[in-house]
């Protein structure tokens, strides 16, 4: 059973420039969240999506920022016209669906977004 | 505010120490608790603890949630040079989200 799947790994991007961060849960999770990790700082939330639905977004910075979870396919949590203060390393963590009563959630290896 | 507060942040033992690690929290509609493990990588699933006084093991490592005092502990027993880490803590509520501490850096030493 894969785990949490991230691409890519390593993403360098000029200022100004489009980052997209692509996410594939385990199978049968039906939960996706997105967390940042900024150089010396710990985790913290951006957005968590379920199919097609954007469930809390609150830790999301209100411009340049947006994800989503199609019906088919990974999540993308898309990043434009980047800046510096953006490198960052990106989790996505995904759960199964509440009905299993499990609120474990499996994170994936990262991306690490570098601008320069 | 919801938070997470790690102690301490940083520690230093040497191999086949026993060590505990702190963390209490704040949190409107507490859900569970959630220990991980992040080596310069991904984090590390560890522990889920959502009721009180019962201890979770596995191995050498082995937590414990007090509802009513709002904190839990990790302790890592006979400790080795592999178990040299960041130790996180995290918290959800009903909403789902993961709320991390700062972590706990450990160093083993040979």
Known sequence: NAGVMQNPRHLVRRRGQEARLRCSPMKGHSHVYWYRQLPEEGLKFMVYLQKENIIDESGMPK??????FPKEGPSILRIQQVVRGDSAAYFCASS???KIASYEQY????????VT | ??????SP???VVHEGDTVTLNCSYEVTNFRSLLWYKQEKKAPTFLFMLTSSGIEKKSGRLSS?????ELFSILNITATQTGDSAVYLCAVTNRGGKLIFG???ELSVKP
């Open chain 2, 1 to 6: 505010e919801d938070k997470v507060v790690q």
């Open chain 2, 102 to 104: 700062q972590g706990t």
């Open chain 2, 64 to 68: 414990i949630l007090d509802k009513k």
């Open chain 1, 107 to 114: 994170f994936g290896p990262g991306t690490r977004l570098t």
């Open chain 1, 96 to 98: 199964p669906p509440e």
């Open chain 1, 63 to 68: 411009e340049r920022f947006s994800a989503e």
């Open chain 2, 9 to 11: 942040l940083s520690l």
